[in-house]
């Protein structure tokens, strides 16, 4: 595997590819060295790193700083997943920017009505966050959920309202 790593305004972000295929994203490092730490603990034995250009870092950063939400073509590395999970992602990767869905509107989305549940257990597995962008997955009330394990994960809502402002609204709530 390959971590690549760059700075992003006062954070580091990374990704890991395995055979050029993104099998990790990652953000919000406070040192360069904790972005190395994590991603090649990661990886196991064997990852290279490099401080490096990359289009995927390229697209994790836009979506982070809420600029830029243009995604070059992104090869998933979807091993570990089964292939119900992998179908849950592939249908939140269609979710448009500035758009949300409930957990029971993607289970149903991607073939599996009634399995609300079961996607807030993919969305806690996503490794892709936010490439895959499961900040867009919201609670069927219209409360935001939980977000990176967390209930009321403020970043949640700024990963929203940076999107919503994009589309020229104001915000999400």
């Known amino acids: 595997m390959k971590a690549i ?3 992003n305004k006062d954070s580091w972000v990374g990704i890991l590819l395995n055979k050029g295929k993104l099998n990790y994203s990652a953000s919000s490092f406070e040192t360069k060295d904790e972005a190395v730490s994590y991603l090649s603990e990661l990886a196991g034995e064997g990852v290279s790193v490099e401080e490096n250009e990359h289009p995927f870092i390229k697209a994790l950063i836009g979506i982070e700083n809420g600029t830029d939400y243009n995604l070059p073509k992104i090869e998933f590395d979807f091993t ?23 957990y029971g509107e993607l289970a149903a989305k991607a073939g599996f009505p009634g399995a609300a549940q079961f996607v807030g257990n993919v ?51």
Not at 84 to 89: A, D, N, R
Request: proline content about 5%; aromatic content about 6%; glycine content about 8%.
């Open 5 to 7: 790593i760059s700075k």
């Open 80 to 102: 570990d997943f089964t292939e119900k999970e992998e179908k849950v992602l592939r249908t939140l990767f269609e979710v448009p920017v500035g758009e949300t869905v409930s």
């Open 123 to 173: 969305m806690m597995k996503n490794r892709f966050g936010p490439i895959i962008p499961c900040h867009r997955v919201i609670l069927s009330s219209g409360k935001l959920g939980k977000f990176a394990g967390k209930a009321n994960n403020p970043r949640k809502k700024q990963l929203l309202d940076q999107e919503k402002r994009t589309k020229g609204l104001d915000s999400f709530l």
